[in-house]
Structures are given as structure tokens and as C-alpha cells.
T-cell receptor, first 111, second 112 residues
Framework: AQRVTQPEKLLSVFKGAPVELKCNYSYSGSPELFWYVQYSRQRLQLLLRHISRESIKGFTADLNKGETSFHLKKPFAQEEDSAMYYCALSGGYSSASKIIFGSGTRLSIRP | GAGVSQSPSNKVTEKGKDVELRCDPISGHTALYWYRQSLGQGLEFLIYFQGNSAPDKSGLPSDRFSAERTGGSVSTLTIQRTQQEDSAVYLC??????????FGPGTRLTVL
């Protein structure tokens, strides 16, 4: 079955500390993985996707097929990173398909 | 267009009534998705459209829920005989072919 697991509901770190938001997935095939972010009183928006191999706002995520993980990392947290983060999985590269979201992790950056 | 829009932004209804939620996707986006976000929960996939057809309706919670999309554009999600457990934020997203999703602001539904 397709599943995305984010084990931490809440992650609190100090400003300047490294951040790692965990995401594990279950999928029989080659999925596409995403991280979405929702800042306070804003709509959900794409942060990054694994096929782009980008670093957005200092965040990176590497797809580890052996561990079926797609953890989101940032070396030095900033206060403006406080938000809700969702890991998501899609089964299709070449066309629209069902997208499964994890339950989300609330990241809180302490000054 | 400014992005995906949804209406109404808030809807309060009585148990047993029917409600219609509307989504206007970004012009030219071929795919459209509906999700439900309940308090303390993640995003629950409901249905997606490719053009006007819905290849996957597996996420609809019951036969009280239905959705349609016309002209490859606007979509409506209809909930019949609403129940209190239907209370949630209903999110719509659209994406171009092979693209990432762009989300709307959501409709907050409260069933009394």
C-alpha cells in the first residue's frame, strides 16, 4: 500500500541549529517525492521535489531508495522556517496521479 | 489569474443539508485535486481529475461525496446529507501536465 510516514508531529529546535524532518514512504515502484510547506495563515505551497535536486531556502532532501526515506534537512535553522511541513508521494512522473501526503510535522524555531 | 481560488471561504451548515464547494484552477492546468484536512490530521486525498475525467475516486469517504469538473476548468465537490464528521478544511489544487501542485486557500466547512 502507498503510505507516507512523518513520525514527528512537532519538532522544536533553536535558531542556528541543524534541522532534519523525517519522512519514510511505502510504494511499489518508482515514486516522485515532494516536500510542501504551510506558513501561518498562508496556503500550502511546494517547497521542493526530489527530481529537481534543488536547494530551496537552504533546505535539501535526498531520496534514499534503500531506506525508503526522503528526509528534509537544513544546516542552520532560521525563525522564518517555523511552519507545518508535509512530505508527499506521487506515483507518476509523466502524468497527473494520486498524491499521498504524510500527517505533517510542525517545525518550531526558538530564538 | 492570481492562482487557484475556492469558494466559499467559510461554510456553516446544519447536519443533513447538502453543500457545494467550488474550485477555480489556474487557467490551463489539466489536473485538479481535492483534499480534506481535518483538525490535527494531515491531508486526506479525495479525488483527482485529469481534464474532465476522474481516474481515481478512491479517496471519497462515502457515496454522500461526489465531484465533477466541466470544461476542463471549474470543479465542484458536493457533500449530501452532511454529518458533523464532515467538518474540515477542503483544499483544492491544480497542476499543469507533469507539474507540481498549486493549492487554493481552502473552504472551511463546519457542520452543526
Amino acid at each position: 500500500a502507498q503510505r507516507v510516514t512523518q513520525p514527528e508531529k512537532l519538532l522544536s529546535v533553536f535558531k542556528g541549529a541543524p534541522v532534519e524532518l523525517k519522512c519514510n514512504y511505502s510504494y511499489s515502484g518508482s515514486p516522485e517525492l515532494f516536500w510542501y510547506v504551510q506558513y501561518s495563515r498562508q496556503r500550502l505551497q511546494l517547497l521542493l521535489r526530489h527530481i529537481s535536486r534543488e536547494s530551496i531556502k537552504g533546505f535539501t532532501a535526498d531520496l534514499n531508495k534503500g531506506e525508503t526515506s526522503f528526509h528534509l534537512k537544513k544546516p542552520f535553522a532560521q525563525e522564518e522556517d517555523s511552519a507545518m511541513y508535509y512530505c508527499a508521494l506521487s506515483g507518476g512522473y509523466s502524468s497527473a496521479s494520486k498524491i499521498i501526503f504524510g500527517s505533517g510535522t510542525r517545525l518550531s524555531i526558538r530564538p | 489569474g492570481a492562482g487557484v481560488s475556492q469558494s466559499p471561504s467559510n461554510k456553516v451548515t446544519e447536519k443533513g443539508k447538502d453543500v457545494e464547494l467550488r474550485c477555480d484552477p489556474i487557467s490551463g492546468h489539466t489536473a485538479l485535486y481535492w483534499y480534506r484536512q481535518s483538525l490535527g490530521q494531515g491531508l486526506e486525498f479525495l479525488i483527482y481529475f485529469q481534464g474532465n475525467s476522474a481516474p481515481d475516486k478512491s479517496g471519497l469517504p462515502s457515496d454522500r461525496f461526489s465531484a465533477e469538473r466541466t470544461g476542463g476548468s471549474v470543479s465542484t465537490l458536493t457533500i449530501q446529507r452532511t454529518q458533523q464528521e464532515d467538518s474540515a478544511v477542503y483544499l483544492c489544487a491544480s497542476s499543469p501536465h507533469m507539474g507540481s501542485q498549486y493549492f487554493g486557500p481552502g473552504t472551511r466547512l463546519t457542520v452543526l
